[in-house]
């Protein structure tokens, strides 16, 4: 059986497919015409028709199938469904980059599995539970079919739809590749961003291969107990853990961690809670993103604004870092952080 051509980087190509003929030069030439066009070069006289009937036979061009397509009217955010082969079910946003409108482009948010096994109890996502693993063709197809729909460019990608990116770490990170080579997407590695909910033994890995790409660790509360009442990665990796595994990644690529803590009312707005991260933050140079909960079921609500305006003034007040609250669009069509689950009443004809 053949084999995705977009699993492989065009390094691993050139590598994997040497006996053959295939250098890099034509790694790169094959690689690009995939991605970026869906097509053999075959109009590319340079090229043999009977070498590259030979690579057709070890390589193809894979498709996921887009089951619906649904617009926000109310900011343009786009939620796409897409299908796999085995029947596998996820979801990716087109999400447009509102803050620039002489400058218009877009940045695609992916899944990593089917499902997830987090189980955080405030996304949809972590209650479905957890199918699969995504293999790095089918999460560069989400990207490569949306750049093809989407009305603006495509300038980045950010790892935060369904699933623990950290958990399939090997396929993200060569996803992640392929997105950001030259020959590939040519999307900068500083716009590709990889979100955990905290699995150390993922960052320590990203610390050690010095990736380029930016990485984002919800936090949500620095109070172990009610973080694990929310997250239950916090039994397996305890926050003070993951507090160390950031500083050793601080101190390998210099760059200023960003957390994201999901504001949820009556829970972690306290000055109590900013008190609390500014004690585990320390000297840890951190960026505070601030995203409000969005649950179907109702068991929780986002602060109101006097509750979230109280929250950030004992943010300034204890918390020496910059603090920036993230709009998180597409919540009419459940698009938004935290509400992707693939519901078949949330389907819509293509």
Request: hydrophobic share 40%.
């Amino acid at each position: 059986m053949s084999e995705p051509i977009t699993n492989c980087t065009s390094e691993e190509l050139a590598e994997r497919y040497a006996p053959l003929g295939m250098t890099p030069r034509l790694a790169r030439r094959l690689q690009s015409s995939a991605l970026r066009r869906g097509l053999w070069p075959t109009e590319d006289t340079t090229l043999s028709a009977r070498w590259l009937e030979r690579v057709r036979q070890e390589l193809h061009i894979p498709e996921l199938t887009q089951v619906s397509r649904r617009v926000s009217p109310s900011d343009g955010f786009t939620k796409y469904l897409f299908a796999s082969g085995d029947g596998a079910r996820f979801e990716a946003v087109l999400i447009p980059l509102l803050n620039r409108p002489d400058d218009p482009k877009a940045i695609v948010c992916v899944s990593t599995q089917v499902g997830c096994a987090m189980g955080c109890t405030f996304c949809a996502t972590g209650r479905m539970g957890f199918t699969r693993n995504l293999a790095p063709w089918e999460i560069v197809a989400q990207v490569v079919q949306i750049r093809r729909d989407a009305p603006v460019p495509v300038r980045g990608v950010v790892f935060m739809g369904m699933g623990e990116p950290l958990l399939n770490y090997e396929a993200v990170i060569r996803a992640a590749r392929i997105f950001s080579e030259p020959s590939g997407l040519a999307i900068a590695a500083k716009a590709v961003t990889l979100s955990t909910v905290g699995i150390v033994p993922g960052i320590r890995r990203l610390t050690r291969e010095g990736h380029a790409f930016r990485l984002v660790v919800s936090l949500t509360s620095a109070d172990p107990s009610r973080r694990r009442a929310v997250m239950p990665v916090e039994n397996a990796y305890p926050s003070g853990e993951l507090r160390a595994a950031l500083a050793e990644y601080h101190a390998a690529t210099g760059r200023r961690v960003t957390l994201a803590w999901t504001l949820i009312a009556g829970f972690n707005t306290r000055e109590e809670d900013a008190r609390q991260l500014a004690a585990w933050v320390g000297d840890l140079p951190v960026q505070l993103d601030l995203i409000d909960v969005n649950d179907t079921t109702g068991a929780f609500a986002p602060p109101g604004d006097a509750e979230r305006n109280a929250f950030r003034d004992a943010l300034r007040a204890h918390l020496a870092a910059p603090v920036i609250r993230r709009y998180s669009g597409g919540k009419d069509i459940h698009a938004a952080c935290g509400m992707l689950a693939t519901l078949p009443e949330e389907s819509a004809p293509v």
